[in-house]
């Protein structure tokens, strides 16, 4: 792929010009708000319709948020800043104050969402081998879930942004990042096991690959194309061929 089709300049969506007129300038730290009204526009804690504000979350996360349900109704393609405004209990000033545009601040609600992932996958640290894998593959299959929103409401956006990555050298960078940390931590396991005598020896990397790859398959046929019991379907295939066949049998 020529690098020149990648990245921010051929950004898929519109930038912010269609906000332009009645949100300010997009500029960070612009001399347009001064430094009174840039502060009271960063701790507007203004509560309209119930929704947490930021008189009791960080600002940003407020705007983390509003930009997770203005996705989950608009989807990436038709995602407008306006959109993103409209979720806010915040004026929509806010967004510009903190984030250069729209590119800016679907980068940093790419990682948001990634840290909010890679948060949620935690396993105690004194399990053994085969009660970690397990934990592991159920947790990127099953949840947990969020306060607000299901797991799959959650993954439902990640997969959209996953789906862009194809056309921006920048965020697919992100994406093989995380990818490699969860692939790791799979690693990681596998070796412990063979290390321990529990599981046989088999190549920890490609037995690392096959299970993360199997996972993105039941996620992406669930979300893409309706089948609600892939995850379940496709954790009764993980135990049947790839657990018992890591399994030592002498």
């Not at 299901?150 to 050298?169: C, F, G, M, P």
């Not at 790791?184 to 005598?197: F, H, R």
Request: glycine fraction near 8%; aromatic fraction near 8%; proline fraction near 3%.
């Amino acid at each position: 792929m020529n690098d020149s089709q990648d990245g921010p300049a051929n950004e898929s969506v519109e930038s912010l010009s269609d906000d332009a007129n009645d949100a300010g300038s997009g500029d960070r730290g612009s001399d347009r708000n001064p430094p009174q009204e840039r502060s009271a526009i960063g701790s507007d804690n203004s509560d309209r319709s119930g929704r947490e504000t930021g008189s009791s979350k960080d600002t940003k996360e407020v705007i983390m948020e509003a930009t997770f349900r203005a996705l989950s109704k608009h989807g990436y393609k038709d995602l407008r800043m306006r959109d993103i405004g409209e979720e806010l209990d915040l004026t929509r000033q806010v967004i510009h104050y903190h984030f250069d545009g729209k590119y800016d601040l679907m980068s940093s609600f790419l990682e948001h969402t990634i840290d909010q992932y890679e948060g949620s996958l935690v396993v105690e640290g004194d399990e053994d081998p085969r009660t970690e894998l397990r934990a592991r593959v159920d947790q990127c299959l099953f949840g947990p879930e969020f306060e607000d929103f299901s797991h799959w409401d959650r993954i439902k956006v990640y997969h959209e942004l996953y789906t862009q990555a194809q056309n921006d050298a920048e965020h697919r960078e992100v994406f093989n990042e995380h990818y490699e940390r969860v692939r790791g931590n799979i690693v990681e396991v596998v070796e412990e096991g063979i290390d321990e005598g529990v599981f046989r020896d088999v190549d920890p990397e490609r037995m690392s690959q096959l299970v993360t790859d199997v996972i993105h398959a039941a996620r992406g046929r669930r979300i893409s194309l309706g089948h609600d019991d892939a995850p379940e379907e496709t954790r009764e295939a993980i135990d049947e061929f790839i657990f018992e066949s890591l399994e030592r049998t002498e």
